[in-house]
Structure formats: structure tokens, C-alpha cells
């Protein structure tokens, strides 16, 4: 991709600084142009789906806010604390203006007058750009009591998490946002009924929200040129492990394959010299491990889906042939397990007790009987937790033993010839 | 008595400003950051303080220090440095960069591995932690929470002997 649609900061440098940026055209267009039912409809037509992991399209979510019950919030999530991504942060670091004007519109839309952008705590250096972003629009009139010389009214506050994955979530978000442990809530209702202060709530990713001035200024149809039927639009690509050129891409989704992210010269670059493609984790620690036989899938949400994984926010982790797959897993559990917020007794007890017995086997203490228990108890955690997280942790677990038993079996005490775990 | 209230009255109601006034609530998080600064660690004092400005009891406040990582209920060093070794950065070698700064601080691994530990001195603590966002640039760290990215072994020596100062 020459011209960059939410990296546009490649193109154009200084593009924090709103001189550079440009005049919240797409906020005014909105603001001044359009009644907030057409931003949706609009917006509904471009099929632009949430960026956070889950990929529910981004204008139905706002098309259920109601309209008889005041006030309405949006938060907008940027708590991005699964392992291997890292697109956010870049998003509002250096191009901060898109992301806020994008959730001011979100704001207009669905009749909030509050905007919360919900950072990890680590974001303590990109949440001062993000202020300084904001200060500027407010002192430009793009923010505050009247946009755009309107009357409409769109406050927008940044607000620090303070380490804790599960925050992420989006009820465990709202809850960290009122004060209190970022534990998930019970869900009917969802927060587009009852969600901040229990008032309507709209909660999308912060790639999300920088998709939405395009989609204004140019329209539902330029924007569905790009992409597939299905997935449409752009996308940041999160690209770690072992490649020549980690780092954040930008591609169309499904024009790309997984090869050409980590072979393309625009892209990854290839393997570290010597090294080969062993495993793959598509959406960080939260997806089922993947082959070298999906390098020629597609990267959009169906086909990934097809080849039996997760796109989630395609954060890609890619494992080169030199390392140990229990011990890959076995570091996805111990994240797990560190981050189970601990509400309920499946999920607590199951990553407890997932994460010691990778640490028996890594130490060449389990039995074979004790592998084939790993698989039993990850499954018995399935369909029993609170929240996606509980299921999560079972997904490294089940596919690295589908995929690789045989090195399980080699580190097990009764195998034939233990075999020395590499790092 | 409440010192932080009357030492940092300005910024407690730039804080209480970012949110309805009927849920004062909503200022915990950036109100014990304030705290713990002026502290050192989420006291019990604190800990008081922060309830109060928010209207919530301390049982309440205490239990929310101890669900995030980012709040301590104990000392800690005068910074706080962070080295990531989850897998992306794992695969990059923060293991053996984690190794290193052991080394260079004299402290257990195990220890810094589970919770953290601080120096003799008590200049620096040490914590290994899970994905900080910063995957493509391995060996990282934070050193209160300000990014350090691509370190080698010298630059870390580099910047523990300019906290050391
Ligand atoms: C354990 C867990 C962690 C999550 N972490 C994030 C996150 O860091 N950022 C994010 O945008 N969504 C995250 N999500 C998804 C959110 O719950 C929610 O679906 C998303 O923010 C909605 O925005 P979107 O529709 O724009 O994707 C997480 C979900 C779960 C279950
Ligand atoms: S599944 Fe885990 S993270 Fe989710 S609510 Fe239950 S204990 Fe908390
Ligand atoms: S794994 Fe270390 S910053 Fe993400």
C-alpha cells in the first residue's frame, strides 16, 4: 500500500500536529451536514468491522443505542494488552487527530456528549500526545460545548488503566472506568443498553474509530473498494517473533496472505537467516496455533476463520523452527494464568493449574498420562467461564497438542529419550 | 486531614472535572497514581486520602490497589523498571537480556520473575512482565513507565547507572 488510510503518519510526518492534520473535515461534514442517523447508515453501508478482535460491524453496534434515555457515552478501547500487538499505540502516538476525530464522529452519531479514551497504564508516554492532540481540538472548536459552532457538545477524556490484560474487555473495561477491580460483567445487558454509570454506551477499538473520517469523507463505496465483500477496508497488521522486519503494517484485508506478511518486501522480509516457519499465532496469545500449511491463507476474518484459527487483531506471532512449542505454549499460559481476573473458578483454577503443569513438563517431571490430562482439563474449561478469557487460555494449549504431541510426548518422564527443551 | 487534597489541589480537580460529579468514583485509578507518587506506595494513608476525595470507603480503594499490577501496597525501589519477557519478546531474546540486568543488579531471577525485587540499595526494582506493546522493538523495557526500546546489554548498563545517580 503506497497511501496509507490509518498509518497515514508514513506519508505525512508531523501528522500529530493538527496544523498538519488538517480541519476535522469529516467531523464538520457530519456535524454540519448530516443528521446523526445517516452517519450510522453510512457508516453501516461502508461494512466497516470492529478492529479489537471480534469484527462486529462498527455502525449496527452504534444503531443500538437508544434514542430515549440520556446521557450516552462512547469509550473508545485502548487497553491493547495481548501479546503481539502493538497497532494502537502507533495509531495514537503518531497519528492521534484521525483516531479522535473518528470518535467524535462516533460520538455525534449516537448522541453521547462524553467521550472516554480507556488506555492501558503502560500508555502513560502515549497518552500525553493523545492530551496534547485534544487540547489542540478543543482550542480549535473541533471539541467542547459547541463543534463546529453548533450546538452539539462532545467532551473527550483520556483515562489511564493501570496494568491489568482482562481491562480489556468490555464490560471488565467499564467497570475499571467507574472506579472499581476490571472485573467482567454478567452479560444481557450489553453496554449499548446499559454500560458506563449503567447508561447506553458504545465501546469500539481505537483502530476502529481511526477507520471512521475515511468512510465519511469519501464514502461507503470507496470504502468497501478495499478489502473483500465481507472484510472490508484496511487493517494494521501486527507483525513480531521471528522475522527480519517486525513491526505494523498496512495492507487491504484478504489481498495479503500470511506469506506475503512475513516473506514481502514491504512486509516482513523474510525469516531470520536460517531459520523456517514452524508455527504461527494469528491474534497473540488469545488463538488457536497454526502451521506453515496456512503461509498461502488470506488474511481476512472468514478465511482465517477457515483455516482453523482467529484473525481477533491480527497480531501475528510468528515461531521459527529453533524453538521448543511446549515452551511457546507454556509462556501463553503463564500470561494467562497472570492475567485471569479471578471471578470465576474454572478460569482461576484452570490456568493455576495449567501453568504449574507446564513448568512439570518443561522440567522433565510429568508422565504421559499427565499430557494427555493437560488436553482433558483445558476442555472441561470450555463453555464454563464468565468471560472469553476462561477460553482463550484453552485455545494454545488444545491446538499445540494438536499440532505438536510428539514434542510433549518427548519431554514426558516415561518416554522413550527425554529431549532437552530448547529456548 | 487530607494531604493530598491540600497539596495537590489543582490537579485533584482537573481530575474530578473528567467525569459527571455524581461519580467522583471514575478518579481511583488517576487519583492513587497521584498518591503513590506522593507516598512512595499505596499507604494506608493513601489509601484514606483517595477514599475520601472519591467518596468511597478504603476497603473499597484497597481491594482496586490490589487488582492492578501498576499499584503497590508495599516499598518499592525509587524506580520501577519493567522488562518484558513474554513470548514475542521471548523470541528476541529478553530472556537472556533479562539474565543480564539480573546480573547487573544482583538480584534472584526467580525473585524478579515472581513480583519483582529491589535492590540493596533500594534504588531499583526489578519486575519481569507479560506484553508491554512493544513487540517489534525487543529487548525492551520501562523504566517508570517510559519506554526504552531495542536495548543492548551496554545501553541498559547505560541507563541503570543514570537512575543510579
Ligand atoms: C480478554 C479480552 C481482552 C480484550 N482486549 C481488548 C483490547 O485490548 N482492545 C480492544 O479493542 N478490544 C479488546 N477486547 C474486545 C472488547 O471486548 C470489545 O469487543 C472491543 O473493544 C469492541 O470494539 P470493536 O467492535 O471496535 O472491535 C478484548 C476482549 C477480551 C475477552
Ligand atoms: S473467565 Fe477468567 S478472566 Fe473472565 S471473568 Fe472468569 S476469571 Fe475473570
Ligand atoms: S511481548 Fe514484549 S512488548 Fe509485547
Redesign the pocket.
Known amino acids: 500500500m503506497d497511501q496509507f488510510v490509518l498509518l497515514r503518519h508514513r506519508n505525512t510526518p508531523n501528522i500529530h500536529q493538527l496544523s498538519v492534520y488538517g480541519d476535522y473535515a469529516a467531523l464538520r461534514k457530519a456535524v454540519t451536514s448530516m443528521q446523526p442517523a445517516e452517519v450510522i447508515d453510512v457508516v453501516k453501508a461502508s461494512g466497516l468491522r470492529?478492529?479489537?478482535?471480534?469484527?462486529?460491524p462498527?455502525g449496527v453496534?452504534w444503531s443500538f443505542i437508544p434514542k430515549d434515555r440520556f446521557p450516552h457515552y462512547v469509550t473508545v478501547?485502548?487497553?491493547?494488552?495481548?501479546p503481539g500487538?502493538f497497532k494502537?499505540r502507533e495509531l495514537m502516538e503518531f497519528n492521534p487527530h484521525q483516531v479522535i476525530e473518528g470518535s467524535a464522529i462516533a460520538a455525534y452519531a449516537t448522541g453521547a456528549t462524553r467521550v472516554y479514551h480507556y488506555l492501558r497504564g503502560e500508555f502513560k508516554p502515549i497518552a500525553r500526545v493523545m492530551q496534547k492532540a485534544i487540547d489542540e481540538a478543543y482550542a480549535a472548536g473541533y471539541l467542547g460545548k459547541n463543534v463546529f459552532g453548533s450546538n452539539v457538545e462532545i467532551q473527550m477524556v483520556v483515562h489511564l488503566g493501570a496494568g491489568a490484560?482482562?481491562c480489556?474487555?468490555?464490560s471488565a473495561?467499564l467497570e475499571s472506568l467507574e472506579g472499581k477491580m476490571g472485573q467482567p460483567r454478567l452479560r444481557p445487558p450489553f453496554p449499548a443498553i446499559a454500560g458506563l454509570y449503567a447508561q447506553p454506551t458504545v465501546?469500539?477499538?481505537?483502530e476502529?474509530m481511526a477507520n471512521v473520517p475515511y468512510i465519511i469523507n469519501n464514502g461507503a463505496d470507496a470504502y468497501k473498494k478495499m478489502g473483500t465483500e465481507k472484510s472490508p477496508g484496511p487493517k494494521v497488521f501486527c507483525l513480531s517473533g521471528s522475522v527480519k522486519r517486525p513491526g505494523n503494517y498496512e495492507a487491504e484485508l484478504g489481498k495479503i496472505t500470511f506469506r506475503d506478511l512475513i516473506f514481502g518486501e514491504q512486509f516482513g522480509q523474510g525469516m531470520l537467516e536460517g531459520r523456517s516457519v514452524k508455527a504461527i499465532l494469528p491474534s497473540g496469545a488469545?488463538g488457536p496455533i497454526v502451521t506453515d500449511a496456512v503461509l498461502d491463507v488470506p488474511l481476512d476474518y472468514e478465511s482465517v476463520a477457515a483455516a482453523g484459527s482467529i484473525l481477533g487483531?491480527a497480531s501475528m506471532i510468528i515461531i521459527d523452527d529453533s524453538f521448543d512449542m511446549v515452551w511457546a505454549a507454556g509462556k501463553v499460559m503463564h500470561f494467562f494464568r497472570h492475567e485471569s481476573c479471578g471471578k470465576c473458578t474454572p478460569c482461576r483454577e484452570g490456568t493455576f493449574w495449567l501453568e504449574k503443569q507446564y513448568n512439570r513438563i518443561l522440567a522433565g517431571k510429568a508422565k504421559l498420562s499427565d499430557i494427555q490430562l493437560l488436553g482433558e482439563v483445558a476442555n472441561q474449561m470450555v463453555g464454563k467461564c464468565l468471560?472469553?478469557?476462561g477460553e482463550?487460555a484453552t485455545s494454545p494449549v488444545l491446538s499445540s497438542l494438536k499440532h505438536f504431541q510428539k514434542e510433549y510426548d518427548a519431554l514426558a518422564s516415561d518416554a522413550k529419550k527425554p529431549v532437552p527443551t530448547k529456548k | 486531614m487530607n494531604k493530598l487534597f491540600d497539596k495537590y489541589q489543582t490537579e485533584v480537580d482537573q481530575i474530578l472535572d473528567k467525569y459527571p460529579s455524581d461519580r467522583k468514583r471514575s478518579a481511583v485509578l488517576p487519583l492513587l497514581y497521584i498518591a503513590q507518587q506522593e507516598y512512595g506506595y499505596c499507604t494506608p494513608d493513601a489509601i484514606s486520602d483517595v477514599a475520601e476525595i472519591a467518596g468511597v470507603s478504603s476497603t473499597e480503594v484497597e481491594s482496586v490497589v490490589g487488582f492492578y499490577t501498576l499499584f503497590y501496597d508495599h516499598p518499592t525501589g525509587k524506580h520501577v523498571v519493567q522488562i518484558c519477557n513474554d513470548l514475542p519478546c521471548a523470541l528476541r531474546g529478553s530472556d537472556k537480556f533479562l539474565d543480564h540486568a539480573c546480573a547487573k543488579l544482583k538480584l534472584d531471577k526467580h525473585h524478579v520473575e515472581h513480583g519483582g525485587a529491589t535492590t540493596e540499595d533500594g534504588s531499583i526494582t526489578l519486575e519481569s512482565v507479560v506484553c508491554l506493546a512493544a513487540c517489534d522493538k525487543a529487548p525492551m523495557m520501562q523504566v517508570d513507565l517510559e519506554y526504552h526500546e531495542r536495548l543492548t546489554n551496554e545501553q541498559f548498563d547505560q541507563i541503570i547507572d543514570g537512575l543510579k545517580k
Open positions: 470492529g478492529r479489537g478482535g471480534a469484527g462486529f462498527a453496534k478501547n485502548g487497553d491493547e494488552s495481548e500487538t494502537d490484560y482482562i480489556g474487555e468490555e473495561l465501546v469500539n477499538n481505537t476502529t488469545s487483531s468471560c472469553p478469557l482463550f
